[in-house]
């Protein structure tokens, strides 16, 4: 890490922005793999004796069949309206606690501690931003209706009407259905990812000792690597969490009553593989998304730092 003691600190305005970019374009990219990944979690497919659960690419077909090519893209407003904050909340708030925790003789903050600080950072973009985020998207994106004909009218005809349906109807707490375990996936994912991202940095660059910033081919690499992590680690939770925001309030049962019931009936009636429904599109929808993230962030935050660089100093000089 002693690498890094070499630079100056960077903003917090430029984690802000850089992350901010860096998270609509994985949005964008990424969305649809996102909402197949939604379907294959909510399916009761495979139920019945001899069936086989619908598989990635049999859900993503059925999709564009019924409810045309668009339909990939359901609850993407709710997705871009947060994960913009999300990602500048995750990145800021990573550094921050990276830098409490670092030692203060040299500047470097151990692996344990980079671990630490993601746990943190991931639990703060949960309660901050992902939680009521992710409770709209499940929403829009359960809806099976197809956008081709205008008078299948669904229930939610957007994000910001969803917001509103479900506070008038459910209570503002129902946005944070499912907060706990929201907090504890995202923990563990962002644990997971940038202790990864962070030592398999590392590693390049003490393979490429001449290079002073790894190109961005390279972030994209590191960043496909460590965003795998989080999901074959936390696929169970995952699964639950997306089941409890779709469903409504049951008055009377505490969050507790309401998950294990979940995944009693998962277990009971769809069996221990329910568990790992949709791992397939969240592998591929968060491992190239975290690649997009990095790549895109790094670069972003070289550019805001290069024209920080005082007039008198030669940017050319190389």
């Known amino acids: 890490m002693s690498r890094n003691g070499d630079k100056k600190p ?17 949005a964008i990219c990424c969305q649809p793999l996102d909402t197949i990944k939604v379907r294959m979690q909510l399916s009761k497919s ?23 090519p668009l339909a990939l893209y359901k609850g993407l407003g709710a997705v871009l309206s947060g994960i913009v904050p999300k990602m500048a909340i995750r990145f800021a708030s990573f550094e921050t606690y990276k830098e409490w925790l670092a030692d203060k003789s040299t500047g470097n903050t151990r692996v344990g501690n980079i671990f630490i600080a993601g746990l943190a950072a991931g639990t703060t973009e949960a309660i901050a931003v992902v939680c009521p985020m992710e409770v709209v998207k499940i929403r829009l994106q359960a809806q099976q209706h197809s956008l081709a004909d205008p008078l299948e009218a669904p229930r939610y005809r957007n994000a910001g009407h969803a917001v ?41 660059h003490t393979y490429q000792p001449d290079l002073k910033d790894l190109p961005s081919y390279q972030h994209m690499i590191i960043g496909l690597i460590s965003g795998a992590m989080g999901p074959f680690s936390n696929a169970p939770i995952d699964t639950i ?5 779709k469903a409504t309030y049951e008055p009377g049962t505490t969050a507790f009553e309401r998950i294990a019931a979940i995944a009693k009936d998962m277990w ?39 024209m920080k660089v005082s007039p008198s100093q030669d940017r050319y000089s190389e």
């Open 10 to 26: 960077v903003g917090f305005a430029t984690h802000i922005t850089a992350g901010g970019i860096a998270g609509a374009m994985e």
């Open 46 to 68: 495979g139920m019945a004796p001899g069936t086989k659960p619908r598989g990635f690419l049999a859900t993503g077909v059925m999709i564009v069949r019924r409810e045309t």
């Open 164 to 204: 509103y349906t479900i506070i008038r109807e459910e209570g503002f707490s129902a946005l944070y259905r499912g907060v706990s375990l929201t907090a504890l996936r995202q923990a563990t994912n962002q644990g997971a990812n940038f202790t990864a991202y962070q030592e398999l940095k590392k590693l390049a």
């Open 241 to 245: 969490k997306t089941r409890l925001q």
């Open 268 to 306: 009971k009636q769809e069996g221990v593989r329910s568990f790992y429904k949709g791992i397939t599109p969240r592998v591929l929808r968060v491992a190239p998304g975290q690649a997009i993230v990095f790549a895109v962030y790094e670069k972003v935050r070289g550019i805001i730092e290069t």
